[in-house]
């Protein structure tokens, strides 16, 4: 047998590595010994390239933070550009300002060809509150036209953060931000059928900036979600009654969103609707 050095191209998704191992060869030839050929693997690694709409807000931060602590490459478009916060993965992002413009026809300009190319998911953490038109465009119309730019750039996968179905009276629900949330996970779902994901959190609760403050979220949320927790089964024949949802709907950690759309990224069987109770049971997942 001759030893001879060949050289593999591995597709490895988000690791790098080079090594040297030894096969059994059938080979025949001089110079044989034990039977063995050496054999160089060189790794040519397919990275994960993510997109975070709204990357610098409360939720879009804590996705970008989480993405980057998982080795994944991160591009955040939002109005503002890099945001003033604290730890180096704030170095490891790129933040592109986009410039959102609202007018009939088209809700918001964003240059796609910066940051749309080569990205595997896009992440859309767009929404707001405003009057009735401002919230049909932040929350439908603005995450529809993403919805169709990344489907037309070819990205595989796209997940939007939307809101929990609360059981309110009929006439708070058809207000612009729910009804636009709602249209915006349709376009989702239509668009991604077997790679969508939409998140459907109540109250998000961490550590929130607003104008350079830091209001403290999780003071109020964190003790709410451990006591529903702990009367779950005491609770549970109240969730029929309308509105008990505002009560009863359990809060959810900021961090806790941020790890289940990371265990969605890397989870091809993760699509369609995730509740609150799902959102939870995937960022576990990630957590162990």
């Not at 038109?133 to 990344?150: H, L, T």
């Amino acid at each position: 047998m001759n030893t001879r050095n060949q050289h593999v191209h591995l597709f490895v998704k988000g690791a790098s590595f080079a090594c040297r191992f030894h096969v059994k060869s059938s080979y025949a030839g001089t110079n044989v010994r034990d039977g063995l050929e050496s054999i160089d693997v060189v790794a040519d690694i397919k990275t994960e390239k993510v997109v975070v709409l709204g990357g610098s807000g409360f939720v879009g931060s804590a996705i970008c933070k989480a993405a980057v602590a998982k080795g994944i490459d991160v591009v955040s478009l939002s109005r503002s550009g890099r945001p003033t916060l604290p730890g180096s993965w704030v170095d490891q992002v790129t933040w592109v300002p986009g410039m959102f413009l609202f007018f009939p026809g088209d809700v918001f300009y964003a240059n796609w060809d910066e940051v749309l190319p080569g990205a595997t998911t896009v992440i859309s953490t767009l929404g707001g509150f405003g009057n009735e038109e401002q919230m049909q465009r932040i929350n439908g119309e603005a995450n529809i036209v993403a919805v169709n730019a990344a489907k037309d750039y070819g990205v595989p996968k796209f997940i939007l953060i939307s809101v929990h179905e609360y059981n309110l009276p009929s006439f708070l629900l058809s207000s612009g931000y729910f009804t636009g949330k709602r249209k915006a996970e349709s376009e989702v779902l239509s668009k991604y059928p077997s790679s969508g994901v939409v998140l459907r959190p109540g109250f998000i609760y961490g550590k929130r900036r607003v104008d350079g403050l830091e209001v403290p979220l999780d003071l109020v949320g964190e003790p709410w979600e451990k006591a529903l927790g702990a009367v779950s089964n005491l609770i549970r024949p109240l969730s029929s009654l309308p509105g008990s949802d505002l009560v009863l709907a359990s809060p959810v950690s900021v961090n806790d969103v941020a790890l289940a759309v990371i265990n969605a990224i890397g989870d091809d069987d993760v699509f369609g609707v995730l509740t609150i109770e799902q959102i939870k049971e995937a960022a576990a997942k990630v957590k162990i």
